[in-house]
């Protein structure tokens, strides 16, 4: 029994014992939350989170941009003539604009938005200042400017060569107009061809042994049968020329010596058989620079064609009538005053010279049918040569070349007293004379 009992008690002891261990190691819920939150909330760590924050904050504070605003403002949006503009001050290192600076700019009534400019009255050598309009596209405004002439000019030298030449083709010049004669217009129109030369002692440079003359032509649009109508030089005693002085002119396929001409030749020097003293008439270049008439001077030629025997081309040309012929005359101005008049006879094609402005033959019935000659070239200015003396150079310009088809000048000149210019400069460091006598008449 007692050995029963002592068993017994050594089993209970045991089951207390393996009971304990079992417990061994595992933490009260209430305790384990316990001792967590108490490491969350100790005085220590806390502390520790309050300076990292403080630090970041004082980090941040040191790297923020602070603006330096500049002086001066700086124009956002430019003013238009319609609508304000903005400016404000910007940061002087990064460009931000400055709060609170931000302002406005008054309407501009200049400031307009323009598109192509149109020119209304043309800037030429007679009348110097033209103008030029424009609308705004913002305000709708008619903007008006005006337009200044500036001649253009050649620079030759010795190893120019070749000819410098304008020339158009007669088809392109007609239009709504005609050369011939109709019964609404009996004498038909002319040829009228004008432009402004500028004669200055660098002419004298022209190299004389280069035919150095100024052609007055019409040429077939095949290039043949290009025979001169007339010519004149621009300096004295250039090749083929027999002119004295600057400006004459002379014979080309024209005749000069008809007994009903009063002008048989004709150099400015010296108008013989005009019977006028010659400062009536202008020195173009002439010997002496120091001569009030150089300058720039104006030149303008009219070319009227008639048929001569209007009866023979009525005619049956196919019972052998001898068909009709053409005559050509032609005027030249300088600066408003005549100074040549020429006639070119018999200009049928068949003859060797086509330079006809138009043809007129039978219709086989008593009738005459006129045919405009479409394929001639006029040319309006034609130097047959522009080669300078060796070591020298020559500025040469003209200007205003129109070629019309009608029956008045395009522009008459009158002489005025005082010169609108005095100089052109023409290269660096060189300038020339070009005192202008003349302007667009009243």
């Known amino acids: 029994m007692k050995r029963s009992n002592a068993i017994l008690a050594l089993l209970l002891c045991l ?15 209430a305790a384990t939350g316990a ?18 924050s403080t630090t970041a904050a004082a980090t941040n504070a040191a790297t923020a941009h602070v603006h330096t605003p500049a002086d001066d403002y700086t124009v956002d949006l430019k003013p238009t003539c319609s609508a304000v503009g903005l400016e404000s001050k910007h940061c002087t290192e990064c460009d931000e604009i400055i709060e609170g600076t931000v302002r406005e700019i008054a309407i501009d009534p ?10 209304t009255e043309e800037a030429t050598l007679l009348n110097p200042t033209g103008k030029k309009t424009a609308t705004c596209s913002l305000c709708s405004a008619e903007l008006e400017e005006a337009v ?8 030759w030298d010795v190893y120019s060569s070749g000819a410098y030449q304008e020339k158009t083709l007669i088809g392109d010049l007609i239009g709504d107009k005609h050369f011939f004669p109709i019964d609404e217009d009996p ?37 043949s049968k290009m025979k001169n109508i007339m010519y004149w030089a621009p300096t004295a005693g250039v090749k083929w020329s027999d002119s004295p002085v600057a400006g004459s002119f002379e014979a080309g396929g024209c005749d000069l010596n008809e007994a009903d001409n009063p002008y048989p030749r004709f150099t400015p020097n010296n108008p013989e058989g005009i019977g006028t003293a010659a400062t009536d008439f202008p020195n173009i270049g002439g010997p002496d620079p120091d001569n009030i008439e150089w300058g720039w001077h104006r030149v303008s030629v009219r070319f009227h064609e008639e048929v001569t025997n209007e009866a023979a081309l009525r005619a049956d040309l196919t019972a052998g009538e001898t068909p009709a012929e053409y005559k050509l005359s032609v005027w030249i101005y300088i600066d408003g005053v005549l100074v040549v008049h020429a006639y070119a006879n018999d200009l049928r094609a068949d003859s060797g010279d086509d330079r006809k402005l138009y043809a ?9 049918v ?12 034609r130097l047959n040569s522009k080669a300078a003396k060796a070591d020298t150079n020559v500025y040469f310009s003209y200007a205003d070349l129109s070629v019309t088809v009608g029956k008045d000048f395009v522009q008459n000149v009158e002489k005025v007293t005082e010169p609108v210019a005095t100089e052109l400069e023409v290269d660096d460091g060189v300038s020339i004379p070009t005192t202008m006598f003349y302007k667009l008449a009243d």
């Open 110 to 119: 200049e400031a307009h938005n323009l598109g192509i400019w149109t020119v």
């Open 360 to 368: 007129a033959e039978s219709d086989g019935m008593g009738g005459i």
């Open 370 to 381: 006129y045919t405009e000659n479409t394929n001639v070239w006029v040319y309006g200015f």
């Open 15 to 29: 089951v207390l014992c393996a009971f304990a261990f079992a417990s061994c190691g595992k933490k009260d819920p």
């Open 187 to 223: 004498e038909g129109n002319d040829l009228l061809v004008e432009y402004s030369i500028l004669w200055n002692e660098t002419c004298l440079n022209l190299d004389p042994a280069k035919q150095a003359f100024i052609d007055l032509r019409f040429t077939a649009d095949n290039g």
């Open 148 to 155: 200044v002439y500036a001649p253009r000019v050649e620079k």
């Open 35 to 52: 001792a967590t939150t108490a490491t969350e909330t100790t005085p220590s760590s806390a502390a520790s989170t309050t300076a990292a």
